[in-house]
Each structure stands twice: as C-alpha cells, then as structure tokens.
C-alpha cells in the first residue's frame, strides 16, 4: 500500500464548476500538508500548504485537512481553464525534510 | 520564495553515457534536494544535496549511480550515471525554506535510448 494515495483523473468539468481534489494516508506522523499545481512541460507549483488539522483559504482554493480521517482536499471555486494541470497533494512528517507525493490529478476545465 | 534554474531542460542521451544536471537558485538556501518524476508514478526524493558534506541518499538510491554535488549555498549538480533506459524520467531540483515550504525548478527531460 502506497504512503499516499491520490486519484489519478483525469477529472474533466466544466468552467465555473466547484472542483474537489483529495488524498488520504496512511503514515500518521505527516503534520504538513501541501498542495502542488503542474503544469504540461513545467516543475510542480506550490499552491497551497497547512500544518496539521483544518482549513486554509487563499483566493478561490481552499485546502482542508482532517487528520483523524487522514484525509486532505483542495477546492477550487469558480474553475477556469486556466485551472487545467496536474495538481499533487504533498505530506512531510515533523522535523524531516523528505516530501511524499500523491501521483496526482489530472484536471481538465472545459469552456 | 525562490527563482531556481536547471540546465538542461531536455536531452537525450545513448545507453551507457552519463549526463550532469545543474541546478542554480537565486539566493542562498541551506536545504537542496533532488527528485525524479517518472510517467504514471509519484515525484520521489532521491536525495538531499548538503553543502560541504556528502549528500544524504533515499532507500533505493546509491551514490555510484546519482553522485551529487553541493560547492556552495546556491548551487548543485546530479550526475545521472551509466545510463539505461529505465533512467528515462524528469528530474527536478527543488529548494527548502525557513518555513518548510519547497519550491521546485523547472525540471529536466531525460531520455535514454
């Protein structure tokens, strides 16, 4: 069993759809949380990061985490094609520095 | 965050060769690593790149075949080593800040033929 599981898509809808992305795991020492965007040809971009339980809000993404559930999302409100890349969930144990990967999702907004 | 650069951006390479990777930051950064991507699989953390000192590796990843290079606080090198196809895969610098956030080059497309 992976560390991380993600859903690889790819997840197509239409602009201005609410888009739901998530991750579980299974290590339960990951206390931070991340969220990459990857664009076709590009490095990861990091989007969106927590510590530990709760939600985060930045614009129209919004990550939430639920540590009991092991379990993360990330929102994204009011898509746009622009929208359109990869996106990764990344987890880090405390005082480490390596990052686990989710495989990631793929996400296609269409006009 | 930081503005990080890798060289090359692509290249293809013959079964045997070896290829170095360089990976340049815009300021100084104590933490350094190095990943690969390969299609359908997760991005894996090969190693951690550590100035003045040998690089610190993962499970599964030896220094005979990534030796790293780390002169100074903004710069750093992977050697890809005797090369098969199955080293085929996008490699990618990444750096770690005070905060610990990462923030990842651009990559570099490796094919072995």
């Known amino acids: 069993q992976k560390e991380v599981e993600q859903d690889p898509g790819p997840l197509s809808v239409p602009e201005g759809a609410i888009v739901s992305l998530n991750c579980t795991y299974s290590n339960s020492a990951f206390q931070y949380f991340m969220w990459y965007r990857q664009y076709s040809r590009k490095g990861p971009e990091l989007l969106m990061y927590?510590?530990?339980?709760g939600n985060k809000e930045d614009g129209r993404f919004t990550a939430q985490v639920d540590k009991s559930s092991k379990y993360i999302s990330l929102f994204i409100r009011d898509s746009q094609p622009s929208d359109s890349a990869t996106y990764l969930c990344?987890?880090?144990?405390?005082?480490?520095?390596?990052?686990?990967f989710g495989t990631g999702t793929q996400l296609k907004v269409e006009l | 965050s930081a503005v990080i650069s890798q060289k090359p951006s692509r290249d293809i390479c013959q079964r045997g060769t070896s290829l170095t990777i360089q990976c340049q930051v815009d300021?100084?950064?104590?933490?350094m690593f190095w990943y690969r991507q390969q299609p359908g699989q997760s991005l894996t953390l090969i190693a951690t790149?550590?100035?003045?000192?040998?690089?610190?590796?993962e499970s599964g990843f030896v220094i005979d075949k990534f030796p790293i290079s780390r002169p100074n606080l903004t710069f750093s090198t992977l050697t890809v080593s005797n090369m098969s196809p199955e080293d085929s895969s996008i490699y990618l610098c990444?750096?770690?800040?005070?905060?610990?956030?990462?923030?990842f080059g651009p990559g570099t497309r490796l094919t072995v033929l």
């Open positions: 990444s750096v770690g800040l005070a905060d610990n956030e990462q923030f």
């Open positions: 990344a987890m880090k144990a405390g005082g480490g520095n390596k990052l686990t």
């Open positions: 790149a550590n100035q003045g000192s040998e690089a610190t590796y």
């Open positions: 927590t510590y530990s339980s």
């Open positions: 300021s100084q950064v104590t933490m």
